[in-house]
């Protein structure tokens, strides 16, 4: 069964399996003793910490191991907006950072901290200008992923870690999705990744805070990693971490140029072979091995399960999750269908075969997905006029009445409609799903039309072809 989900979490490495196996046996003492299993366990624990730090490029008393990625960001932004509180308390962020990185912000809104959201491009990407006018003199902290996990657009990080630096603001990176590929670029000052992106085990995170940087712990103090991150440290899971980072690079930059030629190939198979579908991101500043595509009229949790059930994993960054149903933060700066969207994030040992299997299996799926909501086959335009005819487009009312319906079934509604809709007349569309307030305009863009704006409930759009 080909799993497309790396970008969540990558199978276990071969690499870091037998480093794990050899460090449970070797490794199972505490570091900060200084008998003979004590002295052992520390060799381990300073040659795992130096590979890091190789891979980061970054110095070894700069690097701590965490208990997760999460735990690593939220470490980082604690303890770097702590120690320049003489500053000020504001912090900036980009507006498709993960998750964590802004349930962090809103923890710090809470204390009486201010938070500046800096939009992206339909792409995803910020722009160095706009990130540079969000700093301020009381800017403590700036945020700033190296590549989205959602769409795969690569960040400009040294261009804003330049602007950062002439600002006096540190920049905390968080490369989660990135580090398989290669060092971070530019003059950041934080940096933050978790082990379970690249093939190592999970529940082990790095946090670089680089030397020069004003840093102050949150919470008790401790001894352990440099009183950064308490606990005692799961020696066997750090050692099998650092490892298979370090091959799992080298597999990563022998085979960049493969997986990008791969999700090329998605890209440009996709739209031709779905019809109403839309690849998002970057085109070039990207990942290797991620691409998203949102597909009209379908919801993404459907389309999920029948790949599923044809044997692929894949994920989905669109709205109705069982556990959230409000649209992807990150589809939503950028102003993109928020329904049917689809990740494909390839693995390093992927088949080209498997690709291809891939595009023969999507286009049914996501066909009969459509067939099942009622999704409209054909999308033909109204009949034009008589020649001669004097006759004005009727103005309506055109209206679809979709209130207390999920997306997609505002958008299908809307385009079963339309092609009794004359050319110049408006239909209102009615609906208090959250995800409309993007479904609906990225269908015009889609199909050509004319989203006149919304007042409340009421989405209106014109016909103009």
């Given amino acids: 069964m080909p799993y497309f989900d790396v970008a969540s979490a990558a199978p276990l490495h071969p690499v870091a399996r037998q480093a794990l196996l050899a460090a449970l046996d070797e490794g199972w003492a505490d570091p900060a003793r200084l008998y003979r299993e004590g002295r052992r366990a520390r060799l381990l624990l300073d040659a795992a910490r130096e590979a890091a730090a190789e891979a980061v490029g970054c110095r070894?008393?700069?690097?701590?191991?965490?208990?997760?990625?999460?735990?690593?960001?939220?470490?980082?932004?604690?303890?770097?907006?702590?120690?320049?509180?003489?500053?000020?308390?504001?912090?900036?962020?980009?507006?498709?950072?993960?998750?964590?990185?802004?349930?962090?912000?809103e923890a710090h809104t809470r204390t009486g901290g201010e938070v500046t959201e800096v939009g992206v491009s339909r792409?995803?990407?910020?722009?160095?200008?706009?990130?540079?006018?969000?700093?301020?003199?009381?800017?403590?902290l700036a945020a700033l992923q190296s590549a989205n996990h959602e769409v795969g657009t690569v960040q400009p990080v040294a261009e804003v870690a330049e602007e950062c630096r002439a600002a006096g603001v540190p920049l905390l990176v968080d490369a989660a999705q990135s580090l398989l590929w290669g060092p971070v670029e530019g003059d950041?000052?934080?940096?933050?990744?978790?082990?379970?992106?690249?093939?190592?085990?999970?529940?082990?995170?790095?946090?670089?805070?680089?030397?020069?940087?004003?840093?102050?712990?949150?919470?008790?103090?401790?001894?352990?990693?440099?009183?950064?991150?308490?606990?005692?440290?799961?020696l066997p899971a750090i050692v099998a971490a650092a490892a298979s980072l370090r091959a799992?690079?080298?597999?990563?930059?022998?085979?960049?140029?493969?997986?990008?030629?791969?999700?090329?190939?998605?890209?440009?198979?996709?739209?031709?072979?779905?019809?109403?579908?839309?690849?998002?991101?970057?085109?070039?500043?990207?990942?290797?091995?991620?691409?998203?595509?949102?597909?009209?009229?379908?919801?993404?949790?459907?389309v999920l399960s029948a790949l599923d059930r044809a044997g692929f994993s894949v994920s989905s960054g669109s709205s109705c999750t069982s556990s959230a149903l409000?649209?992807?933060?990150?589809?939503?700066?950028?102003?993109?269908?928020?329904?049917?969207?689809?990740r494909v994030s390839l693995p390093l040992d992927v088949r080209a075969e498997d690709v291809d299997l891939f595009l023969e299996v999507l286009p049914g799926v996501v066909a009969g997905v459509r067939e099942q909501l009622g999704a409209p086959v054909d999308e033909e335009p109204p009949a034009a006029p008589s020649p001669g005819s004097?006759?004005?487009?009727?103005?309506?009312?055109?209206?679809?009445?979709?209130?207390?319906k999920r997306c997609p079934i505002p958008v299908i509604e809307l385009a079963k409609i339309f092609p009794r809709v004359p050319v110049g007349a408006t239909v209102t569309v009615l609906s208090d799903d959250e995800a409309a307030a993007l479904d609906i305009p990225a269908w015009c863009e889609m199909r050509g039309q004319e989203y006149v704006g919304r007042e409340g409930t009421a989405y209106r759009v014109r016909r103009t072809g």
């Fill in 123 to 140: 792409t995803g990407a910020v722009e160095r200008g706009a990130y540079a006018a969000a700093l301020r003199t009381d800017t403590a």
């Fill in 248 to 302: 799992a690079r080298a597999e990563a930059v022998a085979r960049a140029g493969e997986l990008r030629a791969l999700t090329e190939r998605l890209r440009e198979r996709v739209p031709l072979l779905v019809p109403r579908t839309e690849v998002v991101g970057d085109p070039e500043r990207r990942l290797p091995h991620l691409l998203t595509f949102s597909c009209l009229y379908v919801d993404g949790e459907s």
């Fill in 188 to 234: 950041w000052s934080l940096l933050a990744a978790s082990a379970h992106k690249w093939g190592g085990p999970a529940g082990v995170g790095l946090l670089v805070v680089r030397k020069g940087t004003r840093f102050a712990p949150a919470g008790p103090a401790d001894e352990r990693e440099n009183g950064r991150s308490p606990g005692f440290e799961n």
């Fill in 390 to 404: 004097s006759a004005a487009p009727s103005p309506g009312p055109f209206l679809v009445d979709a209130l207390g």
């Fill in 60 to 105: 070894p008393d700069e690097l701590v191991f965490t208990p997760s990625g999460t735990r690593a960001v939220h470490a980082g932004l604690a303890g770097a907006l702590a120690g320049r509180r003489r500053v000020g308390a504001h912090l900036v962020v980009s507006a498709v950072e993960h998750s964590c990185v802004l349930h962090a912000a």
């Fill in 326 to 342: 409000t649209p992807s933060h990150v589809l939503r700066a950028m102003g993109v269908l928020s329904e049917g969207n689809v």
